[in-house]
C-alpha cells in the first residue's frame, strides 16, 4: 500500500514561494500519476495540479503561471513550487496518487491515496 508523506508547508507573505514536497513509499511511483489539492477553510477540496508518469502536467486555471508541479521518480516524490501566492492560496495541502498512470484528472475520486496534508498560510 502506498503511503504519502507532504511537507514544506507554512506561513509566508503574500508574494512570497514555498515549495512542498510528497514523499512516498510502499509503491513504484513510476506506475502512479500525481496530484495536489488543497482545502480552505469552509470550502471543498480543489484540484491544484497533476503530473503523469512521463511528466505530463496539467494546473488548475487559479495557479497557473504561478505553481507548477514536478516528480522525481527515482526519489518517489513529487514537488509543487507556489511562487507569487496570495492570501486565497492559504489552504491545507494534499498529495494524491492515482494508479491510472496516463491520465491526467482534476476528479478527486481518480486517486487512490493521500497524504495528511500540510498547512500553507499567506498573510496579507
Known amino acids: 500500500q502506498v503511503q504519502l508523506g507532504e511537507s514544506g508547508g507554512g506561513l509566508v507573505q503574500a508574494g512570497g514561494s514555498l515549495r512542498l514536497s510528497c514523499a512516498g513509499s510502499?509503491?513504484?511511483?513510476?506506475?502512479?500519476?500525481m496530484g495536489w489539492f488543497r482545502q480552505a477553510p469552509g470550502k471543498e477540496r480543489e484540484f491544484v495540479a497533476a503530473?503523469?508518469?512521463?511528466?505530463?502536467?496539467y494546473h488548475a486555471d487559479s495557479v497557473k503561471g504561478r505553481f507548477t508541479i514536478s516528480k522525481d521518480n527515482a526519489k518517489n516524490t513529487v514537488y509543487l513550487q507556489m511562487n507569487s501566492l496570495k492570501p486565497e492560496d492559504t489552504a491545507v495541502y494534499y498529495c494524491a496518487t492515482s494508479s491510472n498512470a496516463y491520465r491526467l484528472s482534476s476528479n478527486s475520486r481518480s486517486y487512490d491515496y493521500w497524504g495528511q496534508g500540510t498547512q500553507v498560510t499567506v498573510s496579507s
Open positions: 503530473v503523469t508518469w512521463s511528466g505530463g502536467t
Open positions: 510502499g509503491g513504484t511511483f513510476t506506475k502512479y500519476a
